[in-house]
Nanobody, 123 residues
Framework: QVQLVESGGGLVQAGGSLRLSCAASGRTFSNYNMGWFRQAPGKEREFVAT????????DYANSVKRRFTISRDNAKNTVYLQMNSLKPEDTAVYFC????????????????WGQGTQVTVSS
């Protein structure tokens, strides 16, 4: 089993920045593609960003392109989401997820999920 624990969420003003972290258990972190998703109240969980095992390939939702950056440090078993120029519509619970098979935007393709961390962006 893989355990994922997100941290770094909080309350920020519009235009501000946050850096989310997701720490993974075990020694096989580098075997997984990693993704970030978010879910706002009353809405479906949506794709935010994903990163390949090596960190060389990334993909972003159009809504966060040029504002968010996903990265990983395999030596630390950690994936990050740097969020800049935050907007109120970014308010959501942010989840990290791990997928052993493919680099994907699809929630059901992911094998493991963290508990989520709340990000709130005020106007």
């Amino acid at each position: 089993q893989v355990q994922l624990v997100e941290s770094g969420g909080g309350l920020v003003q519009a235009g501000g920045s946050l850096r989310l972290s997701c720490a993974a258990s075990g020694r096989t972190f580098s075997n997984y593609n990693m993704g970030w998703f978010r879910q706002a109240p009353g809405k479906e969980r949506e794709f935010v960003a994903t990163i390949s095992r090596s960190g060389l390939v990334t993909d972003y939702a159009n809504s966060v392109k040029r504002r968010f950056t996903i990265s990983r440090d395999n030596a630390k078993n950690t994936v990050y989401l740097q969020m800049n120029s935050l907007k109120p519509e970014d308010t959501a619970v942010y989840f990290c997820a791990a997928d052993a098979r493919v680099l994907t935007r699809t929630t059901t393709d992911y094998d493991y999920w963290g508990q989520g961390t709340q990000v709130t962006v005020s106007s």
